[in-house]
């Protein structure tokens, strides 16, 4: 226990107040939150697809890829546009009123809400030949549920969904050097 000694004695110069606030930081920078921006169509861009039953190459790509809310679509394009649309206006190919439109060459999209995002070409004919995409974006994950008034104290020190259990362990275990 000589060496065990060494190791907890220095500990025990930090103050309670520093540690909370130490290990409230580690614990932010765990569950920051990444924004992907993602390159539709990989590096062909927002192109016609070439060749017979292709129509499904963008909704293809979409479905190889997870989309967050706040994740960003790059469309890279020529003579083309990008138009948000409704499921109706997806279905038929076209928009008179779309709920975005963009047609400068090099677009980017906030998915700013988690469920479907409809996009088509806003040239005549290009949707019919595939130039479409349906985007999923998935619901943001839950906080922790409030602990309701029949649960035991013992469960105000679970750890959060978004800590890994090593992590908490191990946090745990640190406190718990400091204060013996």
Known sequence: MAGSSNFISPLKNFSVPFMIILISTVLSFL???ECVEFDVGGKNGWATP???NNDQVYNDWASKNR???ND???FEYK???VLVVTEEEYEKCRSSHPIFFSNNGDTVFTLD???LFYFIS???GHCQKGLKM???VLEPASPPQAANEHSSAALVFAAPEFIPMAVFVLISSFIGVIFV
């Open 122 to 124: 806003g040239v005549a």
């Open 113 to 115: 809400r988690p469920g």
């Open 134 to 136: 349906i985007v999923k």
């Open 79 to 81: 003579k083309d546009s």
């Open 50 to 52: 070439s060749g017979k």
């Open 31 to 33: 569950h920051r939150v």
């Open 72 to 74: 960003t679509l790059r």
């Open 67 to 69: 989309f967050q809310v």
